[in-house]
């Protein structure tokens, strides 16, 4: 095991910069949290976290190979995970979210709104992920750069996808905390329609890129 112990360190510190370089991740955590409060957020990382360790799982088992090697199957991913990220932007861009009914009190509303906001953005983070190719070629063009010669690959990936995924909860955490603070002034209608505009874009900007991304095997 000791002769993993460099490989997984100038793994753990290259991701670690990955990780926090801003992305379709960071994007979505981000607007959930600020919008929809700490469960919302906390529920997209954990649909995040789901999604990678599917890609991760993937890739040490092979399965992932498929998007790189096949031209249609990469071509199907892309064009689903591109139509939900447009779908998603172009909802938002929309039908931004109003402020919250006052039928009822602003606050109970809130409460009642965020009590079930976990699994709306569990879902969310997941599907981001899943429909995302990109995460998958960048987990079997990356990872494999780390395993040392003559190891075992499954196990040393599933070592590297549990520390991406520790990773990802630190610094999505990081941002949820930082956010969910500022969530008086994020609540403000003015400000989420704003935000929801602005994220909607960013979300249509994402579908187009990786609508655009041309399969690894060309």
């Known amino acids: 095991m000791h002769q993993w112990l460099l490989p ?7 991701a670690a910069i990955f990780t926090i370089t ?8 981000l607007r959930t949290a600020a919008s929809d409060g700490r469960r919302a957020g906390i529920g997209a990382i954990f649909g995040i976290a789901v999604g990678l360790s599917f890609w991760g799982l993937a890739a040490a088992f092979g399965l992932t190979a498929l998007l790189a090697a096949s031209s249609t199957a990469f071509f199907v991913v892309k064009c689903v995970g591109a139509v939900y990220l447009v779908w998603m932007g172009v909802s938002q861009l929309l039908r931004p979210r109003m402020a919250l009914t006052t039928e ?5 509303a809130r409460r009642v709104e965020h009590r079930n906001a976990f699994w709306p953005g569990f879902r969310r983070g997941m599907l981001t992920d899943l429909l995302n190719p990109k995460a998958g070629i960048f987990v079997i063009t990356f990872f494999p750069q780390f395993i040392p010669p003559a190891t075992d690959v499954v196990a040393f990936t599933l070592v590297q996808v549990v ?5 990802t909860f630190i610094w999505l955490g990081l941002l949820v905390a930082l956010t969910v603070p500022l969530a008086q002034f994020f609540n403000r209608p003015v400000v989420v329609r704003r935000l929801d505009r602005l994220t909607g874009l960013v979300f249509i900007g994402f579908g187009a890129k990786i609508f655009l991304t041309d399969s690894p095997s060309h």
């Open 163 to 167: 520390i991406q995924v520790v990773l």
């Open 8 to 14: 997984l360190l100038a793994f753990t510190t290259a």
């Open 22 to 29: 801003p992305g379709l991740d960071s994007v979505m955590v």
């Open 104 to 108: 009822v009190g602003p606050e109970q």
